[in-house]
């Protein structure tokens, strides 16, 4: 195929493509509650989303190889599209838990790599008087913020800010234009010796980021202190939860101790892992599970958003401490020192490293390093941006959206998080396993969000 002709997949996205296997699949989703207006209702979404999926462009897109670079791929659009491949309507279940037992069992199915990598599940409940849509996406056809938009556009019309167009950036100088490694070119214009110092200092810069982040991702990892109950090689399907949190609690908590709203979710799930290793018998004493907080490093309005630009900040999560207040202050000490040291640098940066991989790295070594994730995070605590104004389908008010990540293997539980009109939604995906007992953990979460809440109340 000619790379020319399509859009590259950007390192990070070819990484994420290569480290998927067939028990740990690399697509996040969002499990949408909606109020259903009718008996109809499910049916009639499922029309809506099979109808409009076929005008979505960035729907159209699949994976496949390219020539150039070797070991490349691309997102290149099909020329037979049929959008019942992807749009499917379950059979009813009940409401409530049920949407997410549904959800663990379709999350834990890879998706069909030669075609778009993309589904939507309705689920309609029993009695009529609700409906959800699970939407899955690689995360090599869209992060976060790609996939909300795309999800937005089968919605009803709403008044989303435009994009931002791109800052225009200088023309590539004129010459014959030779492909070199990963999705970076020269040209001729380069090889003018007067640019030869630029060329070093750029090389020097990114060998020393490289080395930098390799070194502080070693040290990370010297004497790590986690529990077997998030570590997991059960590799036993998917289980998900959902816990709705009130959002006015948790500013609340944030005006009276001090940080981000946040520095505050961070804390209630360290203080909630807490309290279900104790209910489960494993114990806290001495755990400090090193949690990634990924971080983007794209503005949410570009206006053209396809390709993961992330990086993360690593945490150590004070679950061994008993005061919750004393939680979040070692929370919030924490992600202020990574915040003053930026995204670019430390182990949370372990993202960027795949800047400095050629393509054919990544497709040979890709499934050794899903294969060792562990040793470099224990849990993924990740913030998805929602938008403020009120969503709906076919007229439905969506109610709640519940983020779900991506379980790494080796690992037993990941934790995404996301607000939406006053509310605070976790989203909980778990080894199915590892983690019969995920429903002690949606009740924890609750219960530390209120000891936290009593604790810093006036």
């Not at 001090?258 to 892992?273: F, R, S, Y």
């Not at 570009?302 to 992330?310: I, K």
């Not at 607000?419 to 778990?430: C, D, E, I």
Request: with cysteine; hydrophobic share 45%.
């Amino acid at each position: 195929m000619n790379s020319k002709s399509s859009d590259l997949l950007a390192p990070l996205d070819l990484a994420f493509w290569n480290i998927e296997t067939a028990e740990h699949p690399m697509h996040l989703g969002a499990l949408g509650v909606f109020e259903a207006d009718g008996p109809g209702a499910a049916q009639h979404a499922y029309e809506l989303l099979a109808a409009r999926a076929a005008g979505v462009p960035g729907l159209r897109m699949r994976i496949a190889g390219v020539l150039v670079p070797v070991g490349g791929a691309a997102r290149v659009p099909v020329t037979e599209f049929d959008p019942l491949d992807h749009v499917r309507l379950a059979d009813p279940v009940e409401a409530g838990a049920d949407f997410h037992a549904a959800a663990g069992a379709l999350m834990e199915r890879p998706l069909d790599r030669t075609r778009p990598p993309w589904e939507a599940h309705v689920l309609p409940a029993a009695d009529g008087t609700s409906f959800a849509v699970l939407f899955k996406f690689h995360h090599a056809l869209a992060d976060g913020l790609h996939a909300l938009r795309l999800a937005v556009a089968v919605m009803d019309p709403t008044d989303l800010p435009a994009p931002r167009a791109p800052k225009e950036e200088p023309a590539p100088p004129r010459g014959l234009r030779i492909p070199f490694t990963g999705l970076r070119e020269i040209t001729l214009g380069d090889l003018d010796p007067r640019r030869y110092p630029d060329h070093a200092r750029s090389l020097v810069r990114s060998a020393t980021q490289a080395t930098a982040i390799g070194a502080s991702v070693a040290r990370a990892a010297w004497g790590v202190r986690t529990s077997p109950a998030l570590t997991s090689e059960a590799g036993g399907g998917r289980r998900t939860a959902g816990v709705v949190l009130d959002l006015d609690d948790v500013h609340r908590i944030r005006k009276s101790a001090g940080g981000t709203v946040n520095d505050v979710l961070i804390a209630v799930v360290a203080g909630a892992v807490r309290r279900w290793l104790d209910e489960r018998g494993d114990g806290s004493d001495g755990v400090e599970p090193r949690a990634l907080i990924p971080v983007s490093r794209r503005r949410p309005r570009t206006a053209h958003p396809q390709g993961n630009r992330l990086s993360g900040y690593l945490v150590r999560l004070p679950v061994a401490e008993a005061d919750p207040v004393e939680r979040l202050r070692v929370v919030r000490a924490a992600m202020d020192r990574r915040k003053d040291r930026g995204p670019n640098r430390g182990a949370g940066a372990v993202a960027l490293l795949a800047d400095h991989v050629p393509a054919l790295g990544h497709r040979l070594g890709g499934s050794l390093v899903g294969q060792n994730a562990r040793l470099l995070f224990d849990l993924l605590v990740t913030s998805v941006p929602l938008p403020s104004l009120g969503l709906r389908l076919g007229g439905c008010p969506l109610t709640a959206v519940f983020p779900l990540a991506p379980l790494a293997k080796g690992q037993s539980l990941a934790v995404a998080v996301s607000t939406y009109r006053g509310r605070v939604h976790f989203g909980l995906v778990a080894d199915a396993e590892a983690v019969p007992d995920l429903d002690v953990l949606a009740r924890a979460v609750v219960e530390e969000l209120g000891s936290l809440s009593a604790a810093c109340a006036p």
